[in-house]
């Protein structure tokens, strides 16, 4: 019986003392410390070990400007056995409550030259310097316990003081000597050193980088440095450069930076730098010792390439190439890209629809998974479409989505679905799958789906036969067929006919996308800006704005212009889909680190 009255007291003393400790920090929170004090002293004579509550009692009593009782408690915690030298960074932080800095002074150099005792102490000193704002001491701190202990590692927290000093070149030592002890680290480093350079190579912070980098490069030879010149290269969009370096890289590793140079590829074609990524992409094939994945994708992208710098002159070329891949290659499961892309270029390019589907069927024979399946047969659907043969195409987009439920391709296969509903004139159907897919959780599905269902449903209501919107789904599909010049013409025929129309803006924003393919820019620029100032209030405007951005940044290099047209869609179209990619462009244009 006495075991459990004594079980059940300390269950009420630590109920009281949880409770307590709760109350406390509350008041403490609220800025109630009249309060606040009377428990952490109550917690503090019951819990002398806590450190906690005593921290806690010392910043109320400094809140009440109490200082001699402040200070009373920490010399009692100075006389403890073993009292950890904080606590004398304590005491001169209460000296500099009451504005003399002098005896401050004499306990914060005190508290440091604790360090050289134990070097341990270091991070723990530091961190309470920083508390108090005393960053000098706090940096000074750090550097002393790693001078003194190698073993130890400060230089994320000298980093982040140098960065609240400004001192970015002592900030940018900081992080790359983190990356010199530990090369795994580099990822982390990375996304600390993003925030404070940009895409100007003449960009203060660029340069320091660039020299800490070539530097370090210079003491130590090692293969990082390298890694993180190609980096900053490609952050300046030098990409010549940074292909440089990314050889250097694969000479000193060989096969395992293969995937490196790949991915430097893929950006380069991204930022519309083709000339480049063709160049890396073959750097890849001759250098590659094996065939594999790697090799084989290079050898497709520069096939694709060739094709789009020739202005698709290099047809026969390309059918070669495809030859030999599939010899040496075959019909094989880790294959499938060969075949996938091949089906496209005869149909998409070669105009051999038929061969490309037989190609398709073949490769529907290997044993594959139910999402090579689904890719294979999303291609095959994409060619029965581009060939008329709309039913046959909705049975694969079905049969993509029955096996595949909830899944993105499966959601693609449904906006595909209503497309070719859309081409082939059966609007309601196609209106039936864009309602499902308004909630896909792909945002660029959702608001493609949500633009052709407004698109049929707009245009349905004004004209019962629906005349003009038949003649823009033709359009649309002559589009999807490569036919270009009789697309644009077919839209003419909206522009002429259907002036007023709702459907007009529409035929505007598609015929604009067809001239810039033709290099027409100067009549693309008429459309998106006549879209601006007659549909100012419509869906597309946005589209226009930010087209017309994207125009004047990448194509006719008129930045100020480019820079007007981002800022339209920050400040008036908050719920677009293109905000985030005009603010993010906007920013780069103004100089703005970009994270």
């Excluded at 403490?28 to 109550?42: L, Q, R």
């Excluded at 001699?68 to 030298?85: E, F, R, T, V």
């Excluded at 029965?384 to 595949?404: G, S």
Aim: glycine fraction near 2%.
């Amino acid at each position: 019986m006495r075991i459990f009255i004594l079980i059940l007291a300390c269950c009420f003393a630590q109920l009281s003392v949880g409770q307590n400790s709760f109350l406390a920090k509350q008041y403490f929170d609220d800025g109630d410390f009249d309060k606040a004090v009377i428990f952490y002293e109550k917690l503090v004579k019951e819990n002398p070990r806590r450190s906690d509550y005593q921290t806690f009692l010392i910043s109320c009593y400094q809140q009440l400007e109490r200082y001699s009782d402040a200070k009373k408690q920490i010399q009692q915690n100075l006389q403890s056995n073993n009292p950890h030298p904080v606590y004398y960074i304590d005491l001169g932080h209460n000296y500099t409550l009451q504005g003399n800095d002098a005896e401050a002074t004499k306990y914060y150099d005190l508290a440091y030259s604790k360090v050289a005792e134990n070097p341990r102490d270091g991070y723990g000193l530091a961190y309470r310097f920083q508390k108090y704002s005393l960053l000098e001491y706090a940096a000074k701190t750090y550097s002393k316990a790693m001078e003194l202990n190698p073993d130890l590692d400060f230089n994320f927290q000298l980093a982040r003081i140098y960065g609240e000093q400004g001192n970015v070149e002592k900030m940018f030592y900081s992080l790359l000597n983190i990356i010199g002890k530990n090369p795994d680290k580099m990822p982390t480093v990375i996304r600390s050193l993003d925030d404070f350079i940009t895409s100007d190579s003449d960009y203060r912070n660029n340069i320091i980088l660039k020299k800490l980098i070539l530097r370090n490069a210079q003491r130590t030879p090692d293969i990082i440095w390298n890694e993180m010149l190609s980096w900053l290269f490609i952050q300046q969009k030098q990409f010549n450069s940074a292909f440089s370096q990314e050889k250097a890289i694969y000479k000193r590793s060989q096969e395992s930076s293969l995937r490196r140079l790949q991915t430097l590829a893929n950006i380069c074609v991204d930022e519309n730098q083709k000339e480049t990524a063709q160049e890396v992409y073959n750097y890849i094939v001759t250098n590659s010792t094996r065939e594999d994945n790697i090799k084989l994708y290079a050898e497709l992208q520069r096939i694709e390439l060739d094709l789009e710098l020739s202005e698709n002159k290099n047809i026969e070329i390309a059918q070669k190439s495809y030859n030999y891949l599939l010899e040496t290659y075959g019909y094989k499961t880790h294959t499938i890209l060969l075949q996938l892309k091949y089906a496209n270029f005869l149909a998409f390019k070669k105009n051999n629809s038929e061969e490309a589907i037989t190609v398709l069927k073949k490769t529907l024979e290997l044993q594959l998974n139910k999402y090579e399946e689904a890719k294979i047969k999303m291609t095959l659907a994409d060619i029965l479409v581009y060939n008329k043969r709309f039913n046959e195409a909705l049975i694969y987009y079905t049969q993509i989505q029955k096996n595949l439920k909830n899944d993105i391709l499966a959601q693609n296969a449904r906006f595909k679905v209503a497309k070719a509903s859309f081409y082939k004139g059966d609007f309601d159907w196609a209106l039936a799958q864009l309602k499902v897919l308004r909630s896909s959780t792909s945002q660029l599905i959702a608001n493609d789906a949500m633009q052709l269902s407004l698109l049929i449903s707009d245009n349905s209501l004004q004209d019962s036969t629906k005349t003009a919107l038949k003649k823009y789904a033709t359009a649309d599909l002559l589009a999807y067929q490569n036919k270009t010049t009789e697309a644009i013409t077919t839209l003419d025929d909206i522009l002429e006919n259907h002036k007023g129309e709702k459907i007009e803006d529409e035929a505007l924003l598609k015929q604009a996308e067809l001239l810039i393919q033709q290099k027409k820019y100067e009549k693309a620029e008429f459309n998106y800006l006549k879209i601006i100032e007659f549909y100012a209030s419509g869906i597309l405007a946005d589209d226009a704005h930010y087209a017309l951005g994207e125009l004047y940044r990448t194509i006719l290099y008129k930045p100020e212009e480019a820079k007007y047209h981002y800022e339209k869609i920050i400040y008036g179209y908050q719920d677009s889909y293109y905000f985030p990619l005009a603010r993010k462009e906007f920013r780069k244009l103004r100089g703005d680190a970009i994270n």
